[in-house]
Structures are given as C-alpha cells and as structure tokens.
C-alpha cells in the first residue's frame, strides 16, 4: 500500500497547528508496554524531538515498571503490591533509582541527543513526601519508600523553555525519571509516573498531559477497539468509572488526568502508545485516535 501524499494544503494546516501550540506547555509521559516497543519508542522520542524543534515546550516524564521488575528478577527480589502500589523497602528503592535515573532516564536522554535534542535529565525535578493510605479499618498501611509529589521545579522547567530564570539551564528538553527527592540528603521516593506527570503538568499549568499507554483510550467496551469515547468531560468520565464502564487499570489512568486538571492541566488525553507516531497525530490533525478529558 502506498503511503498517503502528504498536499502543501495540508503541510501549510499541520504547520498553522503546531506553531499555534508554541509557548503553551505540553506533558508527556511515557511508559508501560510503550516503553516494550523500540519502535513505538523511538517513534515517540522522534515526536518528541519534532516538537521541540518547532519550539513547541515539551517535558517528557517516564516510569519503567517492567524493567524495575526484571531488573528485581535478576537481583532475586520478589515484587510485592500493597493497595496496588509496589512496596518499596531500601533493596528495592536502590533498584528502583537504578533502573529510572541511571539506565532508562540516561538513555532517553541520550537518543533525544542523538536527534538534535538539547534533552538533559531533569532527575530532581521533583521534591516528595511519604504517601499514606489508610485500610478499611482506617489503619495505616506501610508501602515503604513510596511516595507522592509535594513539589515540581518549575524554574528549572520554565528555563529550559526560554524563560528568565536566575541560573543556567542545561537544555531546552527535561526528561524526569518518576522518583522524587525525599530530603536534604536526597533520599529518593518511588513515584507513580502518572503522578508525577500529572504534578508536573499542573505545576506548569500544562496545554495539555498526554498519557501514552497500552491501550487505545477509554472504551465502552474493552474488547471493542471500535468502541473508543473521543471525548470526555470529568463528569462523564467518573459516571463511566461508578457505572462501571471505565474499570481495572484505566481507572487509575483516567483518575491521573483527574489530577492533572484539577491541578490546572488543561486538558489531558490518553493515547495508545504502541501505535507510532500517535503523539504528533494530536498536533498536525483536527482528529486523531485517543480520549480527551476535560473539566
């Protein structure tokens, strides 16, 4: 099949777009079976770098949950979940810092590099508390060194875009590891990378938080891919999660853009990030594939 032909109509219309997105925050969080993919990835990091080229703000935020697990595999560790989140005790945490911040972190930065990139590694963007939950019985549940967002470096971001800020910025692209700094002596918190992307977003008062994920959007019917909601307001959205329709683990995906727009995010969509190149689709058509979430 040949590839579609690309008129100077419509060169002149994605153009129009994306210069109509500069100065005005995009966040991106990468990570799940996304992440599995060499091919979406670095269709997505070439998004990515597009974007920045264009003078479009970008910050990408990642997790990496499957390399954490094979990498606590091969360590002899035992992954545990308590309230759906990874206990982190100091075996895992140093796995956990290992894996973001030395291994994933460095390489995305290093291939957005090698795309003309001025991309650096944002690792302490992001200051944490401990995160406490409580069971059924109100009692506290201990998750280790898990943690939540209690404050995003915006100056550091808001540098890298051109704003005056009174030090040097090392780059014009932050990319942040889902850890978070816990005290003076940098101590680190695992942070769920939704959260974090959702705080980032917020801080920035973000245009828009894109969650690529391993889904295609929100669906009426999860079997259905052609069941998928464009569009959504928060209300609609938290009727389909008490009906029922939004369960499992979109849940948490949908309640992050909850976060995000209560946060001040603008608007926050959820694409399938296995497909290449879904994250510039958002840019250069009036439609593209994915679920919107707007207040």
């Known amino acids: 099949m040949a590839d579609p032909i690309l008129t100077a109509e419509a060169f002149a219309a994605a153009v129009d777009r994306l210069v109509a997105q500069r100065g005005r925050p995009v966040v991106v969080k990468l990570g799940g079976s996304a992440m599995e993919d060499p091919i979406a990835t670095d269709a997505c990091l070439r998004s990515v770098a597009t974007l920045n080229q264009l003078r ?20 002899g560790i035992t992954p545990r979940k308590v309230a759906g989140r990874r206990y982190t005790d100091d075996a895992t945490l140093e796995i956990v810092v290992r894996v973001l911040k030395d291994e994933i972190n460095a390489s995305l930065v290093a291939k957005l ?25 109100d009692q506290p549940i201990d998750l280790g060194h898990v943690g939540t967002v209690s404050w995003v470096d915006s100056d550091l971001l ?3 875009f051109g704003e005056e800020v009174n030090f040097t910025v090392p780059g014009t692209l932050p990319v942040i590891p889902s ?29 828009k938080v894109i969650f690529l994920t391993d889904t295609p ?43 995000a727009l209560e946060a001040g995010a603008k608007t926050a969509l959820i694409l399938d990030g296995r497909v290449p190149f879904s994250l510039l689709d958002v840019f250069l058509h009036d439609t593209f594939k994915g679920t919107v979430i707007r207040r």
């Open 217 to 259: 959007g929100v669906l009426r019917d999860p079997a259905n891919p052609v069941s998928l909601i464009p569009s959504l307001t928060e209300r609609e959205a938290r009727d389909l999660i008490t009906s029922g329709v939004i369960d499992g683990g979109m849940v948490p995906k949908v309640e992050a853009c909850f976060e």
């Open 113 to 137: 590099r090698a795309l003309g990139v001025e991309a650096f590694a944002a690792s302490d963007a992001l200051a944490g508390e401990r995160l406490t939950l409580s069971d059924t019985n």
């Open 179 to 207: 850890i978070a700094v816990f005290n003076d002596d940098k101590w680190w918190l695992n942070v769920n990378a939704d959260t974090a992307a959702s705080a980032v977003a917020g801080a920035l008062k973000a245009d």
């Open 158 to 160: 808001r540098g890298a």
């Open 56 to 75: 479009v703000p970008v910050v990408l935020v990642h997790g990496g949950g499957k390399p954490i697990d094979r990498a606590m595999a091969a360590a």
